[in-house]
C-alpha cells in the first residue's frame, strides 16, 4: 500500500515537472517569437528611417547648392553690371572735362557744347544713381547668398544630429537583442 502511494506520488510529480517543463518550452518559444518579431521591426525602422534621412539630406544638398550657384550668378551679374556702369560714369566724366574745356576755349560754340554738357551731367546722375542702386542689389544678393549658405549649415548639423540619434538608437536595439538572447540562453539553461 505505501509502495503504491509512493508510485503515485512519484507519478504525480513526474507529470508536474512535464507540465512545467512545456509551460517553460511554450513561454520560451513565446517570448523567442516575440523577440524575433520586435527585431524584425526594429531593423525594418530602422532602415526606413536611414533611407529616408538620407533621402532628406540629399535633397536639401542638392537645393542649398543650387541656391548657392543662383547667387554667386547673381552677384558675378551685379557686379559686372557696377563694373561696367562705373566704366560709363569714368567716360562720361572724361567727356564732360573735355566739355567745359572746350567751353571756355571756343565761345563760339559755347552754347551748342552747354546744351550737351547738360545733356551729359543729365546722364552722369543718372548713371550715379543707377550705379549705387546696382550696389545696393549687390549686397542683397550676397547677404541672401550668405543666407543660403548659414541655413544649409544648419540642415547639415541637424541631418548630422540625426545621423547620430540614429547611431544611438542601432547601439541601444544591439544591446536589446543581445539582452534577449542572453535571457533565452538563461532560460534554456533553467529548463535544463
Keep these: 500500500m505505501a509502495a503504491e502511494a509512493r508510485l503515485s506520488a512519484v507519478k504525480e510529480q513526474s507529470e508536474s515537472a512535464k ?19 520586435a527585431v524584425g521591426k526594429a531593423t525594418s525602422q530602422k532602415e526606413r528611417a536611414l533611407k529616408h534621412a538620407q533621402a532628406r539630406e ?18 558675378k551679374e551685379f557686379t559686372a553690371t557696377v563694373e561696367a556702369s562705373e566704366r560709363h560714369y569714368a567716360g562720361l566724366s572724361t567727356h564732360l572735362n573735355d566739355l567745359e574745356f572746350k567751353t571756355s576755349e571756343q565761345p563760339e560754340e ?9 545733356h551729359v551731367q543729365q546722364q552722369l546722375e543718372g548713371t550715379e544713381s543707377q550705379s549705387i542702386t546696382l550696389r545696393r542689389d ?3 544678393a550676397e547677404e541672401q547668398k550668405s543666407h543660403a549658405e548659414q541655413r544649409m549649415n544648419e540642415c547639415i548639423r541637424g541631418v548630422e544630429e540625426a545621423e547620430h540619434m540614429r547611431k544611438i538608437a542601432e547601439r541601444d536595439s544591439k ?17 535544463r
Design 19 to 37: 507540465a512545467w517543463g512545456a509551460e517553460w518550452q511554450r513561454k520560451y518559444q513565446s517570448l523567442s517569437a516575440d523577440t524575433k518579431v
Design 58 to 75: 540629399d535633397s536639401m544638398r542638392a537645393e542649398y547648392v543650387q541656391r548657392i550657384s543662383e547667387k554667386e550668378q547673381e552677384t
Design 110 to 118: 559755347s552754347e551748342r557744347l552747354w546744351s550737351e554738357l547738360t
Design 138 to 140: 549687390l549686397e542683397k
Design 175 to 191: 544591446r536589446a537583442i543581445e539582452a534577449a538572447g542572453k535571457s533565452r540562453a538563461e532560460e534554456a539553461a533553467e529548463e
